[in-house]
């Protein structure tokens, strides 16, 4: 019996830079195919090629052993693969259940849609997924989870064979993850066949049966998850030895930077902890628990109702961003395309806050300096 998906051979480049370099990868039906690679290792062009996003330069994939060619992702989808793409593709302003019908064939009465009937289609394919949600929401208002969850409900409403997801995890919370994993197996049961693609491995681990991994556009290496290890894909990924995940630790010194006593803001109450120079402190909790608070209330995003808070064992009470920043507290945010970055160059995003030593009376004049010191950040 031939494979449900059948690559041979794939090649692209982009202006003269070979991307994917001859690539074979094949998925059985009730298969799920890790596609591993570091950034840029070619996997989402790959799976945009089987989107019908990019076209092939050469090579061929076959679906149920036929071959295929696809100019747009309608073809795709018509072929049966179902994407959920890395920049989920959803459309805002619409219901959940209308994104999830479509493009398929809407019910009508009387040339009306028939939205009773709508939403109760749409709640049956979530059902199959062994999920629960208001489909009749508009999706701008969903969680990240409910996002991929409508995303893979269209998959299924689409009847697709194949089912791709290309870093579906990355803004999950860990019960977010049994989630979507729960509901990966019941679509390996039903005999989709899934390539899924993650920098997460201990992820990969446990969800996938078989793995391709890609360097450079070329495929490295694959095989059985049963029969490798974290740290054999991870020298495999890189190309090399690579000795351990995280740098060593350095020890902390005993210079207390840090102090927060009783602090209580805006979903937090009591908080007490203390960091020392060289040490990094992880703060753990559920999503909503009050975790991006305390480092809001320490960056001066967010008032403090109350507790003290001390720098280098002075009274810090940042009224501002800016002032925190003047202290030399600075917030890498979660939501970091949203809050952490502002539209321009990656120059003007490393300089920002230090208008003030670029200024020559007042008028933003020197480029020459700007220049120096987004150099000098960056290097560091
Ligand atoms: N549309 C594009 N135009 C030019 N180069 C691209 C384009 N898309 C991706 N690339 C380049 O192709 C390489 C592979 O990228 P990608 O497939 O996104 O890798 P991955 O998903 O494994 O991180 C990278 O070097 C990237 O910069
Ligand atoms: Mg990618």
Redesign the pocket.
Do not use: P
């Given at each position: 019996m031939s494979n449900l998906l059948e690559i041979t051979g794939l090649t692209k480049s982009?202006?003269g830079?070979v991307?994917?370099n001859n690539v074979d990868l094949s998925v059985g039906a009730g298969e799920v195919r890790a596609l591993l690679?570091?950034?840029?290792?070619?996997?989402?062009?790959?799976?945009?090629i089987l989107a019908g996003i990019?076209h092939e330069e050469s090579g061929t994939f076959a679906i149920d052993g036929v071959k295929q060619t696809f100019r747009n992702p309608h073809d795709s989808a018509l072929a049966g693969v179902a994407t959920v793409h890395?920049e989920l593709m959803i459309s805002p302003g619409l219901s959940v259940a209308e994104n999830v019908l479509l493009g398929t064939k809407m019910p009508t009465r009387l040339g009306k849609i028939a939205w009773g009937e709508l939403n109760r289609t749409a709640e049956k394919w979530f059902a199959e997924l062994g999920q629960k949600i208001d489909v009749s929401r508009p999706v701008d208002e969903l969680s990240a989870v409910q996002m991929t969850m409508t995303a893979i409900a269209r998959a299924l409403c689409l009847d697709a064979k194949i089912l791709i997801l290309?870093e579906p995890t990355a803004a999950l919370t860990d019960s977010e993850v049994h989630l979507l994993f729960a509901t990966v197996k019941r679509l390996r049961e039903r005999g989709m066949g899934i390539i899924y693609?993650s920098h997460r491995l201990e992820e990969v681990f446990t969800i996938a049966d078989t793995y391709t991994v890609?360097r450079n556009?070329s495929k490295v290496s694959e095989g059985k998850v049963v029969d490798t290890s974290i740290p054999e894909i991870i020298n495999s990924m890189a190309g090399r030895e690579v000795s351990s995940i995280f740098p060593d630790r350095s020890i902390p010194g005993s210079n207390e930077i840090l102090s927060v006593r009783d602090l209580s803001a805006k979903k937090i109450r009591g908080v007490n902890f203390t960091v020392k120079a060289g040490e990094t402190l992880g703060i753990g909790g559920l999503a909503g628990s009050g975790r991006s608070e305390i480092l809001r209330v320490l960056a001066g995003a967010q008032r403090r109702a109350s507790g003290t808070i001390e720098l280098h064992g002075n009274v810090y009470l940042p009224k501002s961003v800016g002032s925190a920043q003047s202290d030399r507290v600075v917030l890498v945010p979660q939501e970091r395309r949203r809050d952490g970055l502002i539209p321009g160059s990656i120059l003007s995003n490393i300089v920002i806050t230090t208008l003030s030593k670029l200024t020559n009376f007042g008028f933003f004049s020197s480029t020459r300096k700007e220049r120096k010191m987004g150099q000098a950040a960056w290097e560091k």
């Open positions: 982009f202006g830079t991307v994917l690679g570091e950034n840029g290792a070619g996997k989402s062009t790959l799976i945009k990019h890395q290309d693609v890609l556009g």
